[in-house]
């Protein structure tokens, strides 16, 4: 697994799924948050559209972290265009992009200012977490939820794809993206587990991570 045109000075952590209100994320969201420096969070609601998911999310990080979190309201692609948007992006101590649709994230960050943002965060140093559906979009390929249809996904993940909420007994939908020419890896990240990326290749794996070369191969258990 390379990062792809985001460096390698920043983190970048994967998260499988799971309800932070439940204790699912908490060891994964232990992990980095330690890598942080002061500062708010800046916390993106796109995937799900919801104003609340923000809400409970700064709620949480307030009451087991001590850190605050600022909602960055980017809902549509006009949201994602937005000088105050970007710029609350780049005062923040660390990126997290919460779950949802990943059709939905896609078609409103694709090729917009604000996945730019991200991106040069995350290149200079920054830390950008991406939970379920969002950790599915930085791969070459998403699957959609319309009709199972393949998405072309933020490609910072080279030639990779990610499989949330992962279940390696019932793993067709993961091997069935591995059957794409432009794909040559696969990670199964099942709720709760975490894939930290950081400088220098390094990795930090919280839970099992499951990766696979090849879609009828067998998979390398990380964690």
Do not use: C
Request: proline share 4%; hydrophobic share 40%; net charge negative.
């Amino acid at each position: 697994m390379k990062l792809a045109r985001v460096g390698n000075k920043g983190w970048l952590t994967l998260i499988g799924g799971g309800e932070f209100s439940f204790g699912e994320t908490l060891v994964a969201d232990k992990e980095w948050v330690e890598k942080l420096g002061p500062g708010s969070i800046g916390f993106l609601p796109t995937a799900s559209g919801s104003t609340d998911y923000g809400v409970h999310f700064s709620e949480y990080m307030a009451e087991t972290f001590d850190r605050e979190v600022r909602t960055i309201p980017v809902y549509r692609p006009r949201d994602a265009r937005r000088a105050k948007n970007l710029e609350r992006l780049e005062e923040s101590a660390a990126i997290y992009i919460g779950g949802g649709v990943s059709d939905h994230l896609i078609e409103t960050l694709e090729d917009s200012p604000a996945l730019e943002t991200i991106a040069r965060f995350l290149g200079s140093g920054g830390s950008v977490i991406a939970i379920a559906a969002a950790a599915q979009a930085l791969g070459t390929l998403a699957r959609g939820v319309a009709g199972h249809r393949e998405l072309s996904g933020f490609g910072w993940l080279p030639n990779g794809v990610v499989e949330a909420n992962f279940d390696p007994g019932h793993d067709r939908r993961l091997r069935q993206m591995m059957e794409n020419s432009m794909v040559q890896w696969g990670l199964g990240l099942p709720a709760g587990s975490a894939v930290l990326m950081g400088p220098s290749d390094q990795y930090e794996f919280v839970g099992k991570s499951f990766l696979l070369g090849d879609a009828d191969g067998d998979y390398k258990v990380y964690g």
